[in-house]
């Protein structure tokens, strides 16, 4: 079957780093996208990983090894603007290179 | 500001009401995506049209029923609902063509109340 996991909640302090993990099982492989998204708010595109690697943007960077099924998001020098979901959503090269999204992890930053 | 914009924000109605989603997208995009986000759900993905064609239809209930006029515009007709169908209903659009990422850029979404 289809199965994304991400930790359900997580917390940490303005100007800290924090890792979000996100493992996949999925039927076909066809990229890896982390999305930010505030409460009330419209999901955002952060990143995506179609090759092993880490890929970095700004604060954000985000890794992924296929062999593993395996991805995170590294946030770093926190801000109290980060405090959002993240969602990891995984290509599915079957078909319609559908996106399959994991439930979100929501990250609260404290100061 | 978004490039997929999405109405009504807000949406109460009763189960034997027949109401409309609406959404459109200024990006120049050829897919459009509709997309339910539940409480400790993950999005499901509802239907996507490519090219103005309905190209993936997850077995959503018949009381959805989705119209995609032009590239442009998605709506969402919707009949006879249940409570349990009370959500986010999210809008997205992607360019899938050759060489692109094919990243989604999602409306705010309509929040749906069914009573």
């Known amino acids: 079957g289809q199965n994304i996991d991400q930790p359900t909640e997580m917390t940490a302090t303005e100007g800290a780093i924090v890792q979000i993990n996100c493992t996949y099982q999925t039927s076909g492989f066809n990229g890896l996208f982390w999305y930010q998204q505030h409460a009330g708010e419209a999901p955002t595109f952060l990143s995506y990983?179609?090759?092993?690697g880490l890929e970095e943007k700004g604060r954000f960077s985000s890794f992924l090894s296929r062999s593993k099924g395996y991805s995170y998001l590294l946030l770093k020098e926190l801000q109290m603007k980060d405090s959002a979901s993240y969602l990891c959503a995984v290509r599915d090269a079957v078909g319609t290179d559908k996106l399959i999204f994991g439930t979100g992890t929501r990250l609260q930053v404290f100061p | 500001e978004t490039g997929v914009t999405q109405t009504p924000r807000h949406l109460v109605m009763g189960m034997t009401n027949k109401k409309s989603l609406k959404c459109e997208q200024h990006?120049?995009?050829?897919?459009m995506y509709w997309y339910k986000q539940s409480a400790k759900k993950p999005l499901e993905l509802m239907f996507v049209?490519?090219?103005?064609?309905?190209?993936e239809n997850n077995s959503v209930p018949s009381r959805f029923s989705p119209e995609c006029p032009n590239s442009s515009h998605l709506f969402l007709h919707l009949h006879t609902l249940q409570p349990e169908d009370s959500a986010l209903y999210l809008c997205?659009?992607?360019?899938?063509?050759?060489?692109?990422?094919?990243?989604?850029?999602f409306g705010e979404g309509s929040r749906l109340t069914v009573l």
């Open positions: 997205a659009s992607s360019d899938e063509g050759v060489g692109g990422t094919g990243e989604l850029f």
């Open positions: 049209y490519s090219l103005e064609e309905r190209v």
């Open positions: 990983n179609v090759l092993d």
């Open positions: 990006l120049g995009h050829n897919a």
